[in-house]
């Protein structure tokens, strides 16, 4: 099956620093989503991206859907503690079939 | 006031056994979902369920059958487990095209 191409696959910076990463696909998504899962629990909504070169925040996260439509970023901002856990970017042509990401682990150094 | 709900949330059992999942969605959704999650986190959609009525059917082996009794509920039944069966199955449910959200997971394993 296809799978979304999410990079980085882990990720360790300090406390109070920037985080990027992105995810992209072969295929035109017409929907770009973000979640966070943390160990035991199901994935969690963060942000839903609709419209083709969109940029919408969530608090101190903020994603992009690329204008190619192959491609998403989510950025976070002065990372804090919480923060630790994998990241998932899902895209959908339209449909209700979701397409997940590889995921990217961050981990915050003490 | 949990949104979607699985049960149980540990399932150990042999091989060869046939085993169930329940999930229940209080969010009002008509959508329904199972996903598998692997050792390596890549989550793969299997099935999914619009108003009882089966729109989805990844390439999945015949031995899982989703049944849907209500657009509330939607419970995956395995048969004949195999030690590959190992992983964790998260219910999901939207409402028609929307965002989905997931419960918190049901991690299967084979002895």
């Known amino acids: 099956g296809q799978q979304l191409n999410q990079s980085p696959q882990s990720m360790f910076i300090q406390e109070g620093e920037d985080v990027s990463m992105n995810c992209t696909s072969s295929?035109?998504?017409?929907?770009w989503l973000w979640y966070k899962q943390d160990p035991g629990e199901g994935p969690v909504l963060l942000i839903a991206?609709?419209?083709?070169?969109e940029l919408t925040s969530n608090g101190r996260l903020t994603a992009q859907f690329g204008i190619t439509r192959k491609d998403s970023f989510l950025n976070i901002s002065a990372s804090i503690p919480s923060d630790v856990g994998i990241y998932f970017c899902a895209g959908s042509p339209g449909n209700e079939k979701l397409t997940f990401g590889t995921g990217t682990r961050l981990t915050i150094i003490p | 006031d949990t949104a979607v709900s699985q049960t149980p949330k540990y399932l150990v059992t042999q091989m060869g056994n046939d085993k169930s999942i329940k999930c229940e969605q209080n969010l009002g959704h008509d959508t329904m979902y199972w996903y598998k999650q692997d050792s390596k986190k890549f989550l793969k959609i299997m099935f999914s369920?619009?108003?009882?009525?089966?729109?989805i059917n990844e390439t999945v082996p015949n031995r899982f059958s989703p049944k849907s009794p209500d657009k509330a509920h939607l419970n995956l039944h395995i048969n004949s487990l195999e030690l590959g069966d190992s992983a964790v199955y998260f219910c999901a449910s939207s409402q028609d095209r929307g965002p989905q959200h997931f419960g918190d997971g049901t991690r299967l394993s084979i002895l």
């Open positions: 295929s035109i998504f017409n929907t």
């Open positions: 369920y619009n108003n009882k009525e089966l729109i």
């Open positions: 991206l609709y419209k083709a070169g």
